[in-house]
């Protein structure tokens, strides 16, 4: 089984300083560590309070050029097609923090009063 965990730009960089230190890249940084919780046995310690749901897949977020719908990767091409909604719209909507099944509603979705 290969995991490959996507970071976060600014935990990205706490990781590469610290591994200035070693002298180690940032991925060999990120092994050891993970490497280390697992065998340890100290991950229920280490995550006790921690809210695991803000790292879970949130539904239409993207995965590998798709977008989760419904537990599985969904071309951007094909939610345009079974929602006649455009690509171009249902990516704007996603990226500006809508939920995939509101981005795929064929109703328009601007302010009345902006649309005079």
């Given at each position: 089984?290969s ?5 976060q730009?600014k935990?990205?960089?706490i ?7 070693y002298?180690?890249?940032?991925t060999?940084?990120?092994?050891a560590i993970?490497e280390?919780?697992a065998?340890e046995?100290?991950?229920h310690?280490?995550?006790?309070d921690v809210?695991l ?5 949130q539904?239409?977020r993207?995965?590998?050029g798709r977008y989760?719908?419904?537990?599985r ?6 939610l345009?097609?079974?929602s006649?909604v ?9 990226k500006?923090?809508?939920p ?8 328009d979705?601007r302010?009345r009063?902006a649309?005079?």
């Open positions: 089984m995991i490959k965990p996507v970071i730009s935990t990205e960089k990781l590469e300083r610290e591994a200035v230190l002298g180690v890249t940032a060999a940084m990120a092994k993970v280390t919780v065998h046995g100290i991950i310690e280490i995550l006790a809210d749901s803000k790292f879970s897949g539904p239409g993207r995965v590998s989760e719908l419904d537990g990767a969904v071309k951007l091409s094909d345009a097609a079974m006649g455009k690509e171009v719209t249902i990516r704007r909507r996603i500006n923090g809508m995939i099944e509101q981005a795929l509603s064929a109703s979705m302010k009063e649309r005079v």
